[in-house]
């Protein structure tokens, strides 16, 4: 009783593989342009892949594989879509549009509302139901659209990035309630954000240029980042190179001394291997010279950006960011286009393969 | 330079307007050739409208949903009675549905004459106006956009529900717009009814026709005449403006082009 999916789409440069369970929330995460729309897009069969095959409980969605190509219409997929705008039907009410997808499926009208009303209830906008969608505020259409996504008891319900278009304030009111109508749901989330990530999914799939760079449960792959985007997602700075007794070497030749993370993998690296350096910007600290003294990293680097961050500044130097007092920066003088040193204890770095 | 452009519109209407007879008004506009004219033209023109609806709904659908080659060599021709001078599309249409014509040939062995007929001035009228309701409804299939129709799919309505629930209710104002632009561009044909269905009193002389017609003998009836034309006209432009913003310029445009065809 999975979902199960193997789509390509050549022109898109799109291969991915994946799989959700029963009553599991997978978020997916990546750049824009790293194929997530296209991806539900081919689920929910608004775009025809060029090979590959997708079943949900056994219904095949489309298989291209064998000699027959089967192809399942968007309408007998269930498989509901929840885009960033709310797309409620503006010529119908709040109530009809919840019940569409029952009245679509056949069900008669008096049932079919009842259903809507219920749902709307669910969402906490049964209040709503004679209005029309001009007249809802963003948050409000797009808890509707929640309630009429639902409404149409989908197999798969497809949410991209249903909280990107809502205000700060609308935001976090319809992530409670997603949270709780995904409890119990099969469900792929796209997200730009690690909470959405954190809060409402069991794992995350991370897209990069149309192909899977990193899956798993979504604490462990934030903890252990193995590329940049996923670094950046988690706030924390990563070296990628190649794997040394003492830690990672950069292409550039830059040797980051670290702890090798070796609970699970105590002695199972090979060098010359690649890995990733990983460590939080509160682990860096800036200097105006280079500071001596094993066992530390401390290199150069020119300031591209400072911006407060929280409590403390953030110092930009490229890829690798320094997090720390205003006081300290105010003491150093700090400004973008200097050099200065990031030094960071070896303790503090984890390396892993990547 | 908006003044003088207004004016250029406004000031032959107010001079024709100040030529008419007041006094004969009504009898001239109520003598029987007059009524003949005017009822021909309104059947006519919602005949050919009803036409332009059947054809254009589909053309419409695929102009803006499809996409295949050839399409932009399509709209190009779709869009060609806009340019042509009637003239030639009554010509064009002459050596189509005429006695000698590539189809009037075979329809002639089955006893159907379409050439100087009601039938042919339905068929001219519904020439020239097609494009004005397929450029409308085109424009707002587009505006409406395939997401609404992706979003009822994947609610599981099926291509005929996604159509008659979420398709023709989003596009119905461009199509109410299209269809009046339509109606008034058939009621103002002349060339291509002239020269494709001529000017039989009571079949093919419509209003236009009978306007041209009494120039030369009365000209208070044709002055008359060309002033319910142009009350036509405007209740027509004021009809397709009333409909919403996204309608409101292209319509405007095209309204403009319909009314130049009346007077012409």
């Known amino acids: 009783m999975t979902f199960r999916l193997d789509a390509a789409v050549e022109a898109r440069g799109f291969d991915v593989s994946l799989t959700v369970g029963p009553a599991e929330t997978v978020a997916i995460m990546g750049p824009n342009g790293a194929g997530k729309s296209t991806l539900l897009a081919v689920i929910a069969g608004l775009l025809h892949p060029d090979a590959g095959g997708a079943e949900v409980d056994g219904k095949i969605l489309f298989d291209l594989a064998g000699g027959r190509p089967s192809w399942t219409a968007p309408h007998l997929r269930g498989t509901a879509l929840l885009a960033q705008e709310p797309l409620l039907f503006p010529h119908l009410t709040v109530l009809e549009n919840v019940a569409f997808g029952p009245r679509s499926k056949g069900v008669p009208r008096r049932e079919a509302r009842k259903a809507a009303r219920r749902w709307l209830g669910a969402v906490d906008a049964g209040e709503l139901a004679a209005r029309r969608p001009a007249e809802l505020s963003g948050g409000q259409a797009q808890r509707v659209a929640v309630a009429r996504a639902l409404a149409a008891d989908p197999q798969l319900l497809l949410l991209d990035e249903p909280m990107a278009a809502l205000d700060i304030h609308a935001a976090p009111l319809l992530r409670r309630l997603l949270k709780q109508v995904l409890a119990e749901r099969r469900a792929i989330i796209i997200t730009h954000d690690v909470l959405d990530a954190l809060m409402l999914a069991d794992r995350v799939i991370v897209l990069e240029d149309g192909r899977v760079t990193e899956a798993g449960p979504t604490r462990d792959v934030l903890q252990r980042p193995r590329s940049r985007f996923v670094a950046g997602l988690a706030g924390l700075n990563l070296v990628a190179g190649t794997l040394t007794e003492h830690g990672v070497r950069t292409a550039a030749g830059q040797e980051f001394a670290g702890q090798h993370d070796s609970a699970t993998e105590a002695g199972a690296f090979i060098p010359g291997q690649a890995g990733v350096a990983v460590f939080p910007p509160s682990a860096v600290s800036v200097f105006l010279t280079e500071a001596h003294g094993s066992p530390r990293n401390s290199f150069p680097v020119a300031v591209t950006d400072l911006e407060p961050h929280g409590d403390q500044i953030r110092v930009r130097a490229g890829d690798l960011s320094a997090d720390i007092t205003p006081a300290a920066s105010a003491d150093l003088g700090l400004a973008p286009g200097m050099t200065v040193f990031f030094v960071i204890k070896a303790g503090a770095v984890s390396v892993y393969p990547a | ?264």
């Open chain 2, 1 to 264: 330079m908006a003044a003088l452009g207004g004016l250029l519109v406004l000031l032959p209407v107010a001079a024709m307007a100040a030529r008419v007879n007041w006094p004969q008004f009504i009898p001239l506009i109520t003598s029987e050739s007059s009524l003949t004219a005017l009822g021909l033209s309104l059947r006519t023109s919602a005949a050919s409208t009803a036409l332009c609806i059947i054809l254009g709904v589909p053309l419409a659908l695929v102009l803006a949903r499809a996409t295949f080659p050839g399409q932009r060599l399509l709209r190009s021709f779709v869009l060609l009675p806009l340019v042509l001078p009637p003239v030639v599309g009554g010509i064009a249409l002459l050596y189509t549905f005429g006695r000698q014509g590539l189809l009037g040939r075979n329809l002639e062995l089955l006893g159907i004459q379409v050439a100087f007929s009601t039938a042919a001035v339905v068929l001219a009228q519904t020439f020239v106006a097609l494009p004005f309701l397929v450029v409308s409804l085109e424009g707002a299939l587009r505006t409406a956009g395939g997401r609404y129709e992706a979003v009822a799919a994947t609610l599981g309505a099926r291509p005929g529900t996604v159509l008659r629930r979420v398709t023709v209710p989003l596009v119905l104002p461009g199509l109410a717009s299209g269809a009046v632009l339509s109606f008034a561009r058939g009621l103002g044909e002349f060339g291509a009814t002239l020269t494709f269905a001529g000017s039989l009193q009571g079949v093919t002389r419509t209003l236009p026709l009978e306007i041209y017609l009494q120039r030369e003998t009365d000209a208070d009836a044709a002055v008359a005449l060309s002033l319910v034309l142009v009350a036509v006209a405007v209740t027509v432009v004021a009809l397709s403006y009333r409909g919403p913003r996204r309608t409101g310029t292209a319509a405007g445009t095209t309204a403009a082009r319909a009314t130049g065809g009346g007077v012409q």
